[in-house]
T-cell receptor, first 112, second 112 residues
Framework: DQQVKQNSPSLSVQEGRISILNCDYTNSMFDYFLWYKKYPAEGPTFLIS?????DKNEDGRFTVFLNKSAKHLSLHIVPSQPGDSAVYFCAAATNTGNQFYFGTGTSLTVIP | KAGVTQTPRYLIKTRGQQVTLSCSPISGHRSVSWYQQTPGQGLQFLFEYFSETQRNKGNFPGRFSGRQFSNSRSEMNVSTLELGDSALYLC???????????FGQGTRLTVV
């Protein structure tokens, strides 16, 4: 039972344009959401997070948007750079510990 | 500040054997979680330990077990290995609830 879903396995974007990665969840008890970036043969690297009391969080080129009514979050990368090419995972957690539910990932390719 | 350290990085075992993986969290972090990553399945939560106690457990058979020591280091054990246990096993440490988890580089287990 996949409680966090990333329906786009891959995405290609031109350098300098915006990358938008999407994530949907089903559990209304989730109150903390994160995005991770992963290169092959490495562990995921934390990018940005958002708590359910907010609808937007920004950190440099990365912005996460949360729409609680739609149970949807998205990650915007502006401008996209070739070094952003990686697999991006969204994750969610409730307030009962540090158990994160991950999506299956979206492979982003930024074309120079 | 040293990151999360997992050993060994690579492991090859035979079906039916058992294996123990080790994780040293970031200094000061008391929560350690384990995840299994297989192609197409994303990261699946195995269990979380906090102050030597298992706080959360995922949907894995009893062949998967873990423990945490007083210095917060954690071990994960898999007994009676099956071919399907071949995966990247990731350990993550967290300082507080609802904060980001920091991942190690993982242990790549291959069961032949």
């Amino acid at each position: 039972d996949q409680q966090v879903k990333q329906n786009s396995p891959s995405l290609s974007v031109q350098e300098g344009r915006i990358s938008i990665l999407n994530c949907d969840y089903t559990n209304s008890m989730f109150d903390y959401f994160l995005w991770y970036k992963k290169y092959p043969a490495e562990g995921p690297t934390f990018l940005i997070s958002i708590s359910s009391i907010k609808d937007k969080n920004e950190d440099g080129r990365f912005t996460v948007f949360l729409n609680k009514s739609a149970k949807h979050l998205s990650l915007h990368i502006v401008p996209s750079q070739p070094g952003d090419s990686a697999v991006y995972f969204c994750a969610a957690a409730t307030n009962t510990g540090n158990q994160f539910y991950f999506g299956t990932g979206t492979s982003l390719t930024v074309i120079p | 500040k040293a990151g999360v350290t997992q050993t060994p990085r690579y492991l090859i075992k035979t079906r039916g054997q058992q294996v123990t993986l080790s994780c040293s969290p970031i200094s000061g972090h008391r929560s350690v979680s384990w995840y299994q990553q297989t192609p197409g399945q994303g990261l699946q939560f195995l269990f979380e330990y906090f102050s030597e106690t298992q706080r959360n457990k995922g949907n894995f058979p009893g062949r998967f077990s873990g423990r945490q020591f007083s210095n917060s280091r954690s071990e994960m054990n898999v007994s009676t290995l099956e071919l399907g246990d071949s995966a990247l096993y990731l350990c993550a440490s967290s300082g507080h609830q609802n904060t980001e988890a920091f991942f190690g580089q993982g242990t790549r287990l291959t069961v032949v």
